[in-house]
């Protein structure tokens, strides 16, 4: 069977982290991180938008945690324009966008008021990560986002999150979204880290049962991703925006990596603790995984990964997104380490199985090495069924979250997850 090492290198992912951090250090601007453009120059006809900067004031953190020079000080301005900038002083919460300048009082100027669950869940993966990389004010930030998590995003009946709120939190929207559940569960886990308070493993563990063990298990093991405010399904939701970035049309197989991944972190935290990993997680995650394989890569006959696909695994949207290349190696790397028997999972005698997890593995690190990899650390986000640079649903170079997170798990346990793991793993050092 092939190792690991030789279907995806640690010296090429260290040597593309490095390069991606150095790009992602010129997104820095006077009230948090932009939007950054092909050239690395930031993009000033957007603003600065709250999920961007939550994602590269966590990545910064973790740079710091590797000891990377100049890290610490990148992930302290990020907390403290998620305190000056982006937190509401009047209602609570975090506003989506703001300016590239601070108002005359000192506190950022929204741009757009309204508040997300997607973006909330990202305060909390940056303050946790910061707050474990002992950055000055992240646990006080962590402090003030879990408790806003309680009083308004958490939906107790339900057991999983709203989807979005005016300014004053007085109006929720109708819609909610398994996206944003996905990230608010990768955040709970984050937290957990970072506090140790159970509560939030445990209330991503019971997301993680609802989406996977039931929701996809019934579906195929493909995802469902719209709902309505009563938690039934919408499967024609926008129907006519099958590109949208955060609610595409169909099923999403970078999402369904995505959950596989978490649902195997969360099983491992169980029993770092002490508690029994349920039974479904490994069956489940290896189902997902093999499911997304298929119905995302080369679907509809090259190579790279479709974007969405219908309940038949019919291809919808084939532009392929870095990003789920990225999860789809991430969730590939946390697969074989589940399967090998660590962290407290049992040993699968599959030998076949695994040698063609980690030959896709290669398979795909050599296509995003020739297609979407431009230059060390900087990444096309978005190529056309042809397999060229294309800015239908991502222009620009904004992101370095799932680049950064997918070249960390080959080399981290499966609990905790990155920013404790890192400090306690000393990798890379």
């Keep these: 069977m092939t190792r690991l090492d030789d279907a995806f290198p640690t010296a090429e992912r260290q040597k593309d982290f490095r390069a991606l951090v150095d790009f992602a250090a010129q997104s820095r601007v006077e009230t948090g991180f932009g939007y950054l453009l092909s050239n690395g120059v930031v993009d000033d006809k957007r603003p600065v938008e709250l999920w961007i900067t939550c994602r590269m004031t966590h990545v910064f953190s973790l740079a710091h945690l590797l000891g990377f020079d100049g890290a610490r000080k ?5 907390v403290h324009c998620l305190e000056r900038g982006f937190e509401d002083p009047r209602y609570g919460g975090w506003f989506s966008a703001i300016e590239h300048s601070f108002g005359t009082d000192g506190r950022g100027v929204p741009v757009d008021d309204g508040k997300a669950a997607y973006a909330h869940a990202f305060v909390i993966l940056a303050a946790s990560s910061a707050s474990i990389a002992d950055i000055a004010g992240a646990r006080e930030l962590l402090d003030r986002a879990l408790a806003n998590q309680e009083e308004y995003w958490w939906e107790s009946e339900a057991g999983k999150v709203r989807e979005s709120f005016d300014r004053a939190f007085s109006h929720p929207e109708d819609y909610r979204g398994v996206n944003a559940n996905m990230h608010t569960t990768e955040a709970y886990l984050a937290a957990f880290d970072a506090t140790d308070d159970i509560t939030w493993l445990e209330r991503a563990l019971g997301i993680l049962t609802w989406v996977i063990d039931q929701q996809a298990r019934s579906m195929g093991w493909r995802v469902p991703e719209h709902f309505d405010a009563q938690w039934n399904v919408l499967p024609n939701y926008n129907i ?10 169909g099923f999403t197989p970078g999402h369904a990596f995505e959950w596989a991944r978490l649902a195997i972190h969360a099983g491992a935290q169980l029993h770092r603790i002490g508690r029994n990993i349920p039974e479904w997680i ?10 997304a394989a298929v119905d995302g890569w080369r679907a509809d006959g090259a190579d790279g990964f479709v974007y969405t696909v219908d309940s038949q695994g019919q291809p919808i949207t084939g532009e392929r997104m870095h990003w789920v290349l990225c999860e789809a190696l991430g969730a590939a790397a946390t697969l074989a380490r589940m399967l090998a028997g660590k962290d407290g999972y049992e040993a699968v005698a599959d030998n076949a199985f695994r040698a063609q997890l980690e030959e896709s593995m290669g398979q795909w690190w050599a296509w995003a090495k020739e297609k979407l990899i431009e230059y060390p650390g900087q990444w096309f986000h978005e190529l056309d069924t042809d397999n060229r640079p294309s800015t239908v649903t991502w222009p620009g170079k904004p992101d370095a979250y799932h680049i950064a997170q997918m070249h960390l798990l080959p080399d981290l346990p499966l609990a905790p997850t990155f920013a404790r793991a890192v400090r306690d ?5």
Aim: charged residues 20%; hydrophobic residues 40%.
């Design 74 to 78: 990148l992930a302290a301005h990020g």
């Design 240 to 249: 006519d925006k099958p590109k949208d970035p955060f609610r595409p049309y």
């Design 282 to 291: 490994q069956p489940a995650a290896r189902a997902l995984v093999a499911q």
């Design 425 to 429: 793993g000393g990798i890379w050092q």
